[in-house]
Nanobody
Framework: QLQLVESGGGLVQVGGSLRLSCKAS????????MGWYRQAPGKERELVAG???????NYKRSVEGRFTISRDNTNATLTLQMNTLQLGDTGVYFC????????WGQGTQVTVSS
């Protein structure tokens, strides 16, 4: 079993930065893939950024160059550094882990205001 707890969301102005963290309840060394997803009001949940167990990353095109995903197996933590935030980045951000099963966190709200 695995529990994921996100933190770091909040209200920020356009152009600002936030750092999201996802803390796992146990070691993530057996987790093949971890990702950050977001869900805006009235929209489907979508992948924002992901990282494999060997460090390969992938990003939604609209966040490339602004967001950075990182994974710390020692501390069982997944991080998303978000810079130059835009109105379209608003949503609930979820952490996801894929290993022997699929696990989701409860989400953290990010609101970007003008």
């Amino acid at each position: 079993q695995l529990q994921l707890v996100e933190s770091g969301g909040g209200l920020v102005q356009v152009g600002g930065s936030l750092r999201l963290s996802c803390k796992a309840s146990r070691s993530i060394s057996d987790i093949a893939y971890m990702g950050w997803y977001r869900q805006a009001p009235g929209k489907e949940r979508e992948l924002v950024a992901g990282v494999t167990d060997d460090g390969r990353t992938n990003y939604k095109r609209s966040v490339e160059g602004r967001f950075t995903i990182s994974r710390d197996n020692t501390n069982a933590t997944l991080t998303l550094q978000m810079n130059t935030l835009q109105l379209g980045d608003t949503g609930v951000y979820f952490c996801k882990a894929i290993g022997s099963d699929i696990w989701w966190g409860q989400g953290t709200q990010v609101t970007v205001s003008s």
